[in-house]
C-alpha cells in the first residue's frame, strides 16, 4: 500500500530535549516536505527536499533541521524544542518537485507537545 | 510576500444545507490552487484547480476558480454530518521548492 509513515504519533518532552520525528514513503517520491499546523495559521511549511542530499527551507525553518541521506526518509530533527514547537507535524511527498500536477500524499501526523 | 485568506473561519450548518466556502489569494507566478478536506488526520487531497482547468465536480462538491477575481469557492450540496472537517485551500505559485501557501482553514460543522 503506497503510504507516508511517520514516527511518534505523538510525542510529549521537555524544552532542550532533542528529538527526532522519522518520515518515510514508500512510493519512490522525488520530493518530500515537513509542515506544522497552527490553530489559524493552516499549514506551514518548515523544510523541503527535491531529491537526495537536496534540502532547503520552508517558510518557518528556524528550530529545526532535516536530512535526505536516501530517497525513502525525511526525518525532522529538533536539536533544542521550545515551548514554541508545539504543534501537529505532517510530512508530505509527491512524484516530483515543482510539479503542480502532483498531489502531495501526507503522513498521518505527529502531535509534538514541548513542556 | 504570497497570502492565501480562507472565510468563513468557521461554519454550523444542518444536514442537506448548501454551503460554499472561501479562498482568495494574493501570489506571484500563479500555477494551482488546491483544495484539502483535514478531519482527525492528514488532509486529504480534494482539488485542484489550474488556468486550464477551472471548475471541478466530485459528487457532492464541486469547486472553481475565479483567476479574475484571485479566488476559488468550494461549494458542498447537500451536506452530510461525515463533511465535518476543516477545509483547507492552498496555492502552488511557481517557485522553486514546490512550496504550497495554505490558508487558515474554514472549520465546518455539519450537524443532524
Known amino acids: 500500500e503506497a503510504q507516508v509513515t511517520q514516527n511518534p504519533r505523538y510525542l510529549i518532552t521537555v524544552t532542550g530535549k532533542k528529538l527526532t520525528v522519522t518520515c518515510s514513503q514508500n512510493m519512490n517520491h522525488e520530493y518530500m516536505s515537513w509542515y506544522r499546523q497552527d490553530p489559524g495559521l493552516g499549514l506551514r511549511q518548515i523544510y523541503y527536499?527535491?531529491?537526495?542530499?537536496?534540502?532547503d527551507k520552508g517558510d518557518v525553518p528556524e528550530g529545526y533541521k532535516v536530512s535526505r541521506k536516501e530517497k525513502r526518509n525525511f526525518p525532522l530533527i529538533l536539536e533544542s524544542p521550545s515551548p514554541n514547537q508545539t504543534s501537529l507535524y505532517f510530512c508530505?511527498?509527491?512524484?516530483?518537485?515543482?510539479?503542480?500536477?502532483?498531489?502531495?500524499?501526507f503522513g498521518p501526523g505527529t502531535r509534538l507537545t514541548v513542556l | 510576500e504570497d497570502k492565501v485568506v480562507q472565510s468563513p473561519l468557521s461554519l454550523v450548518v444542518h444536514e442537506g444545507d448548501t454551503v460554499t466556502l472561501n479562498c482568495s489569494y494574493e501570489?506571484?507566478?500563479?500555477?494551482?490552487l488546491l483544495w484539502y478536506k483535514q478531519e482527525k488526520k492528514a488532509p486529504t487531497f480534494l482539488f485542484m484547480l489550474?488556468?486550464?482547468?477551472i471548475e471541478k465536480k466530485s459528487g457532492r462538491l464541486s469547486s472553481i476558480l475565479d483567476k479574475k477575481e484571485l479566488s476559488s469557492i468550494l461549494n458542498i450540496t447537500a451536506t452530510q454530518t461525515g463533511d465535518s472537517a476543516i477545509y483547507l485551500c492552498a496555492v502552488d505559485a511557481n517557485n522553486a521548492g514546490n512550496m504550497l501557501t495554505f490558508g487558515g482553514g474554514t472549520r465546518l460543522m455539519v450537524k443532524p
Open positions: 508530505a511527498s509527491s512524484l516530483l518537485a515543482g510539479g503542480s500536477t502532483d498531489t502531495q500524499y
Open positions: 489550474t488556468s486550464s482547468g
Open positions: 527536499s527535491m531529491n537526495v542530499e537536496v534540502t
Open positions: 501570489v506571484t507566478n500563479f500555477r494551482s
